[in-house]
Nanobody, 119 residues
Framework: QVLLVESGGGLVQAGGSLRLSCAVS????????MGWFRQAPGKERQFVAS????????YHADSVKGRFTISKDNAKNTVYLQMSSLKPEDTAVYYC????????????WGQGTQVTVSS
């Protein structure tokens, strides 16, 4: 089992920046990929970015490409999401997720952290 705890959310003005952190514990050796997702009120959960746990290869959704960057620190078992040039439409609960049975089989989730971008 992998345990995920997000932190770093908050209220920020449009154009501002935030960095989210996801602390990873448990069976970290079983992780293929780590990812960030978000869910806005009344909308479905949306993929934001992912990173290969070993190799470090990354993928970002088109909606955040050039503004958000996913990274990791394996020594600290932590995954980050650096968010810049934030827009009101980025407002959502952001979730950290782990894929442990396949590259895109997201089977462990954190509790989420709220990000609110004011205009």
């Amino acid at each position: 089992q992998v345990l995920l705890v997000e932190s770093g959310g908050g209220l920020v003005q449009a154009g501002g920046s935030l960095r989210l952190s996801c602390a990873v514990s448990g069976r970290t050796y079983s992780i293929y990929t780590m990812g960030w997702f978000r869910q806005a009120p009344g909308k479905e959960r949306q993929f934001v970015a992912s990173i290969n746990w070993i190799g470090g290869g990354t993928y970002h959704a088109d909606s955040v490409k050039g503004r958000f960057t996913i990274s990791k620190d394996n020594a600290k078992n932590t995954v980050y999401l650096q968010m810049s040039s934030l827009k009101p439409e980025d407002t959502a609960v952001y979730y950290c997720a782990a894929a442990t049975t396949g590259t895109d089989n997201w089977d462990s989730w954190g509790q989420g952290t709220q990000v609110t971008v004011s205009s």
